[in-house]
Protein backbone atom coordinates (compact mmCIF):
# COMPACT_ATOMS: atom_id res chain seq x y z
CA UNK A 1 0.00 0.00 0.00
CA UNK A 2 1.28 3.42 -0.92
CA UNK A 3 2.25 5.57 2.09
CA UNK A 4 1.74 9.45 2.52
CA UNK A 5 3.16 11.64 -0.57
CA UNK A 6 3.58 15.12 -0.12
CA UNK A 7 4.26 17.80 -2.92
CA UNK A 8 6.27 19.40 -3.32
CA UNK A 9 9.62 18.34 -1.88
CA UNK A 10 11.30 21.58 -1.15
CA UNK A 11 9.96 25.30 -1.57
CA UNK A 12 12.12 28.05 -1.26
CA UNK A 13 9.92 31.77 -1.22
CA UNK A 14 10.24 35.07 -0.42
CA UNK A 15 8.63 36.88 1.95
CA UNK A 16 4.97 38.45 1.59
CA UNK A 17 4.61 35.80 -1.34
CA UNK A 18 2.21 33.07 -0.58
CA UNK A 19 2.29 28.97 -1.08
CA UNK A 20 0.25 25.89 -1.37
CA UNK A 21 1.24 22.67 -0.36
CA UNK A 22 -0.21 19.55 -1.29
CA UNK A 23 -0.90 15.79 0.43
CA UNK A 24 -2.65 12.34 -0.60
CA UNK A 25 -3.75 9.68 2.28
CA UNK A 26 -2.99 6.68 2.29
CA UNK A 27 -5.79 4.78 0.15
CA UNK A 28 -9.16 4.19 2.44
CA UNK A 29 -7.69 7.20 4.91
CA UNK A 30 -9.83 10.27 5.29
CA UNK A 31 -8.45 11.87 7.74
CA UNK A 32 -5.48 14.50 7.25
CA UNK A 33 -3.39 16.17 9.80
CA UNK A 34 -0.93 18.97 9.55
CA UNK A 35 1.67 19.60 11.43
CA UNK A 36 4.69 22.66 11.27
CA UNK A 37 8.53 21.09 12.37
CA UNK A 38 10.80 23.67 13.36
CA UNK A 39 14.38 23.02 15.28
CA UNK A 40 12.71 25.41 17.88
CA UNK A 41 9.63 24.63 18.95
CA UNK A 42 9.70 20.88 17.52
CA UNK A 43 5.98 19.44 16.16
CA UNK A 44 3.04 21.85 16.42
CA UNK A 45 -0.39 20.79 14.98
CA UNK A 46 -2.12 22.84 12.53
CA UNK A 47 -5.25 21.39 11.64
CA UNK A 48 -6.85 18.37 11.25
CA UNK A 49 -9.65 17.73 8.16
CA UNK A 50 -11.95 14.63 8.22
CA UNK A 51 -14.40 14.04 5.05
CA UNK A 52 -13.61 17.69 4.00
CA UNK A 53 -14.62 18.87 7.43
CA UNK A 54 -11.97 21.09 9.87
CA UNK A 55 -12.53 18.96 12.81
CA UNK A 56 -9.65 20.59 15.00
CA UNK A 57 -7.23 23.46 14.92
CA UNK A 58 -3.66 24.53 16.08
CA UNK A 59 -2.79 27.75 17.78
CA UNK A 60 -1.42 29.32 14.21
CA UNK A 61 -2.13 32.60 12.77
CA UNK A 62 -5.15 33.05 10.21
CA UNK A 63 -2.63 33.00 7.28
CA UNK A 64 -2.75 29.10 7.72
CA UNK A 65 -5.74 27.58 6.03
CA UNK A 66 -6.38 24.43 4.60
CA UNK A 67 -9.23 21.90 2.70
CA UNK A 68 -9.78 18.62 1.99
CA UNK A 69 -10.88 17.21 -1.33
CA UNK A 70 -13.69 14.56 -2.00
CA UNK A 71 -10.44 11.81 -2.69
CA UNK A 72 -9.49 12.81 0.75
CA UNK A 73 -6.33 14.75 -0.69
CA UNK A 74 -5.46 17.91 1.56
CA UNK A 75 -4.12 20.88 0.44
CA UNK A 76 -2.99 23.65 3.09
CA UNK A 77 -2.23 27.24 2.07
CA UNK A 78 0.03 29.95 3.86
CA UNK A 79 -0.49 33.77 2.64
CA UNK A 80 2.07 36.84 3.48
CA UNK A 81 5.04 34.47 3.76
CA UNK A 82 7.15 35.42 7.12
CA UNK A 83 10.44 34.31 7.80
CA UNK A 84 9.66 32.55 10.60
CA UNK A 85 7.26 30.16 8.51
CA UNK A 86 10.77 28.30 7.75
CA UNK A 87 9.85 25.18 8.20
CA UNK A 88 9.00 21.18 7.58
CA UNK A 89 5.01 21.11 6.90
CA UNK A 90 4.46 17.47 7.43
CA UNK A 91 1.09 15.72 6.61
CA UNK A 92 -0.25 12.69 8.37
CA UNK A 93 -3.07 10.66 7.05
CA UNK A 94 -4.82 8.82 9.71
CA UNK A 95 -6.82 5.96 10.58
CA UNK A 96 -8.54 4.39 14.08
CA UNK A 97 -5.92 6.80 15.76
CA UNK A 98 -2.53 5.80 14.02
CA UNK A 99 -1.07 8.99 12.36
CA UNK A 100 1.17 7.73 9.84
CA UNK A 101 3.27 10.70 8.26
CA UNK A 102 4.36 11.66 4.76
CA UNK A 103 7.99 12.90 4.08
CA UNK A 104 7.69 16.55 4.57
CA UNK A 105 7.43 20.31 2.15
CA UNK A 106 10.63 22.05 3.42
CA UNK A 107 9.60 25.66 3.08
CA UNK A 108 12.03 28.18 2.90
CA UNK A 109 11.69 32.16 3.48
CA UNK A 110 13.96 34.45 1.72
CA UNK B 1 5.16 23.93 31.70
CA UNK B 2 5.28 22.42 28.68
CA UNK B 3 2.36 19.29 28.19
CA UNK B 4 5.19 16.69 27.13
CA UNK B 5 8.58 16.80 28.07
CA UNK B 6 11.76 14.74 26.67
CA UNK B 7 15.13 15.11 27.37
CA UNK B 8 15.93 16.16 23.95
CA UNK B 9 20.05 14.12 24.38
CA UNK B 10 22.08 13.68 22.50
CA UNK B 11 22.32 10.37 23.54
CA UNK B 12 25.55 7.90 22.22
CA UNK B 13 25.98 4.59 23.11
CA UNK B 14 27.53 1.80 21.95
CA UNK B 15 26.29 -0.95 19.37
CA UNK B 16 24.56 -3.79 21.24
CA UNK B 17 23.35 -1.36 23.99
CA UNK B 18 19.95 -1.14 25.79
CA UNK B 19 18.87 2.40 24.94
CA UNK B 20 15.87 3.96 27.27
CA UNK B 21 13.97 7.08 25.92
CA UNK B 22 11.75 8.40 28.35
CA UNK B 23 8.90 11.03 28.17
CA UNK B 24 6.64 13.12 30.74
CA UNK B 25 3.46 14.68 30.18
CA UNK B 26 1.39 17.00 32.70
CA UNK B 27 -2.05 16.33 31.09
CA UNK B 28 -3.85 13.31 32.35
CA UNK B 29 -6.85 13.31 29.95
CA UNK B 30 -3.58 11.74 27.43
CA UNK B 31 -5.16 8.19 26.41
CA UNK B 32 -2.93 6.96 23.79
CA UNK B 33 0.97 7.42 23.03
CA UNK B 34 3.27 6.43 20.45
CA UNK B 35 6.77 6.16 19.78
CA UNK B 36 8.09 7.96 16.03
CA UNK B 37 11.03 7.35 14.82
CA UNK B 38 13.01 10.57 12.42
CA UNK B 39 15.52 10.08 10.29
CA UNK B 40 17.66 13.20 8.86
CA UNK B 41 15.38 14.55 6.29
CA UNK B 42 12.61 12.36 7.07
CA UNK B 43 9.34 12.18 8.06
CA UNK B 44 8.61 10.57 11.03
CA UNK B 45 7.80 6.88 10.73
CA UNK B 46 5.53 5.07 13.69
CA UNK B 47 6.84 2.68 15.78
CA UNK B 48 4.95 1.87 18.55
CA UNK B 49 1.29 2.64 19.44
CA UNK B 50 -0.30 1.94 22.70
CA UNK B 51 -3.38 2.31 24.45
CA UNK B 52 -3.41 3.35 28.37
CA UNK B 53 -1.51 1.68 30.52
CA UNK B 54 0.95 -1.28 30.15
CA UNK B 55 3.57 -2.53 28.25
CA UNK B 56 3.74 -3.37 24.45
CA UNK B 57 6.43 -5.40 22.71
CA UNK B 58 7.59 -5.03 19.07
CA UNK B 59 10.72 -6.93 18.08
CA UNK B 60 13.64 -4.89 19.92
CA UNK B 61 11.17 -2.49 20.95
CA UNK B 62 9.37 -2.14 24.12
CA UNK B 63 7.14 0.65 24.96
CA UNK B 64 6.09 1.42 28.85
CA UNK B 65 3.15 3.34 29.85
CA UNK B 66 2.52 4.11 33.38
CA UNK B 67 -0.33 6.81 33.80
CA UNK B 68 -0.22 7.47 37.28
CA UNK B 69 3.21 8.56 37.25
CA UNK B 70 2.58 10.37 33.55
CA UNK B 71 5.79 9.01 32.50
CA UNK B 72 6.26 7.06 29.08
CA UNK B 73 9.27 4.93 28.17
CA UNK B 74 10.86 2.99 24.89
CA UNK B 75 13.19 0.47 25.23
CA UNK B 76 15.82 -0.81 22.25
CA UNK B 77 17.40 -3.85 22.55
CA UNK B 78 20.67 -4.86 20.93
CA UNK B 79 20.93 -1.52 19.45
CA UNK B 80 22.10 -1.00 15.70
CA UNK B 81 23.90 2.02 13.77
CA UNK B 82 20.70 1.76 11.68
CA UNK B 83 18.74 2.41 14.89
CA UNK B 84 20.42 6.24 15.13
CA UNK B 85 17.88 8.92 14.67
CA UNK B 86 15.84 11.35 16.69
CA UNK B 87 12.56 9.56 18.68
CA UNK B 88 9.17 11.24 19.31
CA UNK B 89 6.96 10.54 22.15
CA UNK B 90 3.71 11.54 21.08
CA UNK B 91 0.33 11.46 22.81
CA UNK B 92 -3.27 12.32 22.64
CA UNK B 93 -6.80 12.63 24.43
CA UNK B 94 -8.66 10.48 21.85
CA UNK B 95 -8.34 8.81 18.36
CA UNK B 96 -9.89 12.01 17.01
CA UNK B 97 -7.79 14.65 18.61
CA UNK B 98 -4.55 16.31 17.61
CA UNK B 99 -1.26 14.57 19.38
CA UNK B 100 1.03 16.20 21.31
CA UNK B 101 4.54 16.46 20.35
CA UNK B 102 8.33 15.80 22.92
CA UNK B 103 11.22 18.00 21.57
CA UNK B 104 12.62 14.35 20.48
CA UNK B 105 15.79 12.80 21.69
CA UNK B 106 18.65 12.59 19.46
CA UNK B 107 19.97 8.65 19.68
CA UNK B 108 23.46 7.66 18.31
CA UNK B 109 24.66 3.72 18.02
CA UNK B 110 28.17 3.41 17.78
CA UNK B 111 29.72 0.39 15.99
Known amino acids: KAGVTQTPRYLIKTRGQQVTLSCSPISGHRSVSWYQQTPGQGLQFLFEYFSETQRNKGNFPGRFSGRQFSNSRSEMNVSTLELGDSALYLC?????????FGPGTRLTVL | QKEVEQDPGPLSVPEGAIVSLNCTYS??????FMWYRQYSRKGPELLMYTYSSGNKEDGRFTAQVDKSSKYISLFIRDSQPSDSATYLC???????????FGKGTRLSVIA
Open chain 1, 92 to 100: ASHIRGEQF
Open chain 2, 90 to 100: AMSISGNTPLV
Open chain 2, 27 to 32: NSAFQY
